[in-house]
């Protein structure tokens, strides 16, 4: 079993052709030499949680919502990717006392309104998210589903939304007040808390006012760049599968699990891991919903245990983390050269995309982007990316923002980073559409004959 299909996001999912219907060209390089400005700074973050290898983290905070201070610096582009708010467990915890999951929890406050359509990548009728399918068939406790988007959460997205408006339109003057689709982009995975998510988010942004109709594409399961996709990449499966099963094995995990499950009253037999657990007691947290002060305190513990799984699985593992965001950072990267390439002729780009993603998402992003800080992305976090053009030598630059602190990428020198620098530092994981079907077709040595 996968890592993702322990957390819960991916599951037990229909098997797909191999149809690679990506949104992404082949990359494209600009060559122009830039400068390097700034030097690193680095503070440590008080966190309940500990870092467990400081030392390997390479991205540093600098300064929360703000702009480039440079005066001689103009925003081109912005890039937003940001996890869902909070929702409802992926699956209940198989104890005696659960918690009781009423729909009234999950009704939308008049002010995360905001009208929109979904369709497909070109345009068609919205998927069918097999994802959803499998939610809607766990009921919880209370009535609701699984895995659905909350009242709290929408209130989360709705806050981004606002914050995000504070600096790109009244700050920085570089959106317009109102949503115009000329200048938005909008794409979510298929999945209803997203897509709700991302309503509440725009609807903060642009305060619910538009100027023509807002579309959120969105693909089929096995076509999904926004995730990691293990029913369109069989290398990632497998690879994964092997390096789960050594994290499980690793001293202290199988002791530490059965004493959390001893402490909350879960019979061993009901198989409940680290994830589940996890998962349940960060959503009872986030919504204040009864429970006792030991399950609280055990959250703490839990947490440590999905990093530590996580960062054994995935971190320094180069193929690994292009199979899971190297698509997605190819498009990401295309998006930055567009702007560049338009802005030598009359062509007007779009300012804004918008990804509406998940927390298995952002964590490989994170250790590809050498920022991970040993902490689960919670709820409605953004990792935003900036382009800026200085205006006198015309040279480009990157900017990278987590939850909105300033962060400087492993091998960038400073958080506004020449964007020679930092497309020279996501090279290693960028894949192009031709690649990532190479390298998730390749056979993986001795796993074949495992699985």
Request: overall charge positive; hydrophobic content about 35%.
């Amino acid at each position: 079993m996968s890592i993702w299909t322990r957390v819960g996001l991916l599951g037990t999912m229909f098997y797909c052709m191999h149809r690679k219907r990506m949104v992404y060209a082949d990359e494209r390089r600009d060559g122009t030499e830039h400068r390097r400005e700034g030097s690193s700074h680095r503070r440590d973050d008080a966190h309940h949680q500990r870092d467990d290898a400081p030392h390997r983290r390479e991205g540093t905070h600098r300064r929360r919502d703000g702009a480039c201070s440079s005066r001689d610096h103009e925003l081109q582009l912005v890039q937003v990717m940001f996890r869902h708010g909070a929702r409802t467990p992926l699956k209940p915890m198989p104890h005696k006392e659960q918690v009781e999951w009423s729909p009234s929890l999950l009704d939308a406050p008049d002010h995360t309104q905001f009208d929109y359509t979904v369709t497909n990548l070109t345009g068609g009728p919205q998927p069918l998210s097999t994802h959803e399918q499998r939610y809607r068939s766990v009921t919880l406790k209370g009535g609701s589903f699984a895995g659905q988007l909350t009242t709290v959460g929408m209130l989360q997205m709705c806050k981004l939304g606002e914050r995000l408006r504070k600096t790109y339109v009244e700050d920085q003057k570089f959106l317009s007040p109102v949503f115009k689709p000329s200048e938005v982009f909008v794409r979510s995975t298929n999945i209803v808390r997203n897509v709700e998510s991302t309503r509440c988010l725009l609807a903060g942004l642009f305060q619910q006012q538009q100027e023509g109709p807002v579309t959120i594409v969105t693909a089929e399961s096995c076509d999904e760049i926004l995730f990691p996709n293990y029913d369109g990449c069989k290398g990632l499966k497998l690879l994964t599968n092997n390096k789960m099963l050594n994290a499980s094995s690793q001293p202290g995990m199988s002791e530490e699990l059965k004493s959390l499950q001893q402490e909350i009253g879960i019979d061993r037999e009901n198989n409940a891991g680290f994830f589940l657990i996890f998962d349940n007691l960060l959503a009872q947290e986030v919504h204040g919903l009864p429970g006792t002060l030991v399950l609280k305190k055990l959250l703490r513990r839990t947490e440590r245990r999905v990093i530590d799984i996580v960062s054994y699985v995935m971190e320094r593992n180069r193929e690994l983390l292009q199979m899971s965001v190297g698509a997605f950072l190819h498009t990401v990267q295309q998006n930055m050269l567009d702007v560049v390439k338009c802005s030598k002729s009359t062509k007007k780009s779009r300012k804004l995309f918008l990804y509406a993603v998940h927390d298995v998402t952002l964590i490989p992003l994170l250790m590809a982007l050498g920022i991970f800080d040993k902490k689960w992305p919670p709820y409605a976090s953004d990792l935003t990316l900036e382009l800026y053009r200085h205006k006198r030598s015309d040279e480009w630059y990157a900017r990278l923002c987590y939850r909105g602190e300033e962060q400087v990428v492993r091998g960038c020198r400073s958080g506004l980073c020449p964007l020679e620098d930092f497309m020279k530092a996501i090279s290693g994981y960028v894949l192009t559409a031709d690649e990532y079907q190479t390298i998730c077709s390749k056979p993986i040595k001795g796993e074949e004959q495992k699985h």
